[in-house]
């Protein structure tokens, strides 16, 4: 018998789309331009703008330990992941539709302060909560389901990049990882202070670049941008392979958190912000030529964006130059970090 | 401390949507013309059509146990309860996306045959998946997000109903609560023959009511609909509350399904088909001018649309006369059925 969990090879999302073609005519609006395979669905409507559409979820025991994330915390965590992806497509986020299974032994107060948590988030990015379904679960599961709005060919996709392009991320990565290792050791939110809290924060409160997201799109400086919730070392590949294209990384241009440096120490910071995941940041492609307008908008909205490589054409595959002078492929950092240069 | 199972007075949506309240301009399109409190949301777009929004899941353990459920029935499921809601706004389903946590133990076989059973209602109802999550998760659970189109004006709400009107509901009911006893006796899927499969059949695998959903709102017949997934004596209620009417019932025009009255008895069929739930059949109420037009519609499609009673001023309650004459409230059906006329 096949386990579940060796069945890495196909998403259980793309075999069914693989299998479900509807039969007949669609209806007129909300035609698929993009389906499955980037940060969000687009559907075209018949008005102005095209939809985006996306999901995602944390349940308890997988994505965090309810002992770890205070429930205002999670509650806007729930939305983070959601206003993430519709960032990457340089949409703006619309409405939502929320499913929340609890176990009845749940404490009231905790999923009272999880409900002030993603009304909170909801109120800071302008979205609303337009509808949802609450039940039992045997194991606590939040459900996010957003709409967002993009200018027909506005929207930004994995597959815009091309050789010659710059590689850039926003914020700095790795504090994430550094957070989760601090709470898996026994640190607690509220307990711990200075790089330990910030370290900490981000993981239980990571922070989705919708503005970011949105201006990369609307000025089209994003020729192609996916964001980073499961790492550099997974996502690049992921645009490389969409865009039909390769890269080139140098290590020593990826921006790393002080707070992960701080707590990891810089080796381990290093491969945190290459494989730890769950960052939220963007990773854009842009064109060599709109490097100076990459960096203006970086300092109007004051957050950093990096350029860490630059696109290269396929056959070179996807590889990062690591502080020794040596290239390694990407494939290898997502094996177990075996090969990470930093471990060499 | 309170557990959570006794937060029942408001949901935890209500909670999270009354106090989010987005600051700033909304952008275009998308806005909320009908949030939450009916089957789904309608929210305005720039174009022809207006656009529903709905989501549902279903977990293992509260509503579904794997062994009961072939993984293909399962999926099937998943899906159906999101279309009955498209459905009961007289809406067409469009597009979907859809998160699935697996417990790492799963039998990839069981997972496939999920993600078969859901490609194959997606086919049946020319739905299309747009995107997703997949996970590990504690225990198996599968959430749909889906939009439909109506056009504007035309989306079928809770609140229509005015006194006069006729109420009606699509198909039999008690079937499926039928089956969930004889699977809770140990009856499994495929063992069973006669009214004892069909009703086994009638849980597993509901039949939304997309088309008779659909017809009730193009006609203009249905003046306000709802679906019956949490059972009658829920849900009328309900429509009654959106509407500011009161209603009385017949119970001896309720139709009950004769699987359910074969494998209950007359009288615990009639109370199935009452409080029940799960039947996913539609509850809906049309002006008494209609009701020849309610009755063909019924012939053309097959599909029985059975009188079971009418829309009363609000002050005369929400009623249902037994077969002794006496009239009962609903809210006395709800509480444990203790006041239920078959036990009188």
């Given at each position: 018998m096949t386990r579940l969990a060796r069945l890495t090879e196909q998403s259980l999302i793309d075999r069914i789309a693989r299998i479900a073609r509807p039969r007949g005519p669609r209806p007129q609006g909300l035609r698929a331009v993009l389906g499955i395979g980037d940060d969000a669905a687009v559907l075209a409507s018949a008005g102005?703008?095209?939809?985006?559409?996306?999901?995602?979820?944390?349940?308890?025991?997988?994505?965090?330990?309810?002992?770890?994330?205070?429930?205002?915390?999670?509650?806007?965590?729930?939305?983070?992941?959601?206003?993430?992806?519709?960032?990457?497509?340089?949409?703006?986020?619309?409405?939502?539709?929320?499913?929340?299974?609890?176990?009845r032994r749940t404490d009231a107060t905790y999923a009272l302060q999880v409900a002030r948590g993603i009304a909170a988030q909801a109120r800071r990015f302008g979205v609303s909560l337009v509808g949802g379904?609450?039940?039992?679960?045997?194991?606590?599961?939040?459900?996010?389901?957003?709409?967002?709005?993009?200018?027909?060919?506005?929207?930004?996709?994995?597959?815009?990049?091309?050789?010659?392009?710059?590689?850039?991320?926003?914020?700095?990565?790795?504090?994430?990882a550094a957070g989760l290792q601090l709470l898996k050791a026994g640190a607690r939110h509220g307990r711990a202070s200075g790089a330990r809290?910030?370290?900490?924060?981000?993981?239980?409160?990571?922070?989705?670049?919708?503005?970011?997201?949105?201006?990369?799109?609307?000025?089209?400086?994003?020729?192609?941008?996916?964001?980073?919730?499961?790492?550099?070392?997974?996502?690049?590949?992921?645009?490389?392979?969409?865009?039909?294209?390769?890269?080139?990384?140098?290590?020593?241009?990826?921006?790393?958190?002080?707070?992960?440096?701080?707590?990891?120490?810089?080796r381990a910071a290093a491969r945190a912000a290459l494989v730890g995941g769950e960052d939220y940041e963007l990773l854009f492609a842009a064109r060599a030529e709109h490097h100076e307008s990459v960096r203006r908008l970086a300092r109007r909205i004051r957050l950093p964006m990096s350029r860490i490589g630059q696109i290269v054409p396929a056959r070179r595959g996807v590889r990062i130059l690591a502080g020794s002078g040596r290239y390694l492929p990407f494939e290898d950092l997502r094996a177990g970090f075996r090969h990470f240069p930093a471990d060499a």
């Amino acid at each position: 018998m096949t386990r579940l969990a060796r069945l890495t090879e196909q998403s259980l999302i793309d075999r069914i789309a693989r299998i479900a073609r509807p039969r007949g005519p669609r209806p007129q609006g909300l035609r698929a331009v993009l389906g499955i395979g980037d940060d969000a669905a687009v559907l075209a409507s018949a008005g102005r703008l095209h939809t985006l559409f996306t999901t995602d979820f944390l349940t308890e025991g997988i994505h965090f330990r309810a002992a770890w994330a205070p429930g205002v915390l999670l509650g806007r965590k729930a939305l983070a992941a959601s206003l993430s992806d519709i960032a990457a497509m340089g949409g703006v986020p619309s409405s939502f539709v929320l499913s929340a299974g609890f176990p009845r032994r749940t404490d009231a107060t905790y999923a009272l302060q999880v409900a002030r948590g993603i009304a909170a988030q909801a109120r800071r990015f302008g979205v609303s909560l337009v509808g949802g379904d609450t039940c039992a679960a045997r194991s606590l599961f939040l459900n996010v389901a957003l709409l967002g709005l993009v200018e027909p060919g506005r929207e930004v996709r994995r597959s815009g990049a091309r050789s010659g392009d710059g590689l850039y991320v926003t914020g700095r990565l790795g504090a994430p990882a550094a957070g989760l290792q601090l709470l898996k050791a026994g640190a607690r939110h509220g307990r711990a202070s200075g790089a330990r809290a910030a370290a900490i924060r981000a993981h239980l409160d990571p922070e989705p670049r919708v503005i970011a997201g949105r201006l990369l799109g609307l000025t089209g400086l994003a020729a192609a941008m996916i964001d980073l919730s499961d790492g550099l070392a997974r996502d690049l590949p992921r645009l490389c392979a969409a865009s039909g294209a390769g890269a080139v990384v140098e290590q020593e241009a990826i921006p790393v958190a002080r707070s992960a440096a701080i707590v990891l120490g810089g080796r381990a910071a290093a491969r945190a912000a290459l494989v730890g995941g769950e960052d939220y940041e963007l990773l854009f492609a842009a064109r060599a030529e709109h490097h100076e307008s990459v960096r203006r908008l970086a300092r109007r909205i004051r957050l950093p964006m990096s350029r860490i490589g630059q696109i290269v054409p396929a056959r070179r595959g996807v590889r990062i130059l690591a502080g020794s002078g040596r290239y390694l492929p990407f494939e290898d950092l997502r094996a177990g970090f075996r090969h990470f240069p930093a471990d060499a």
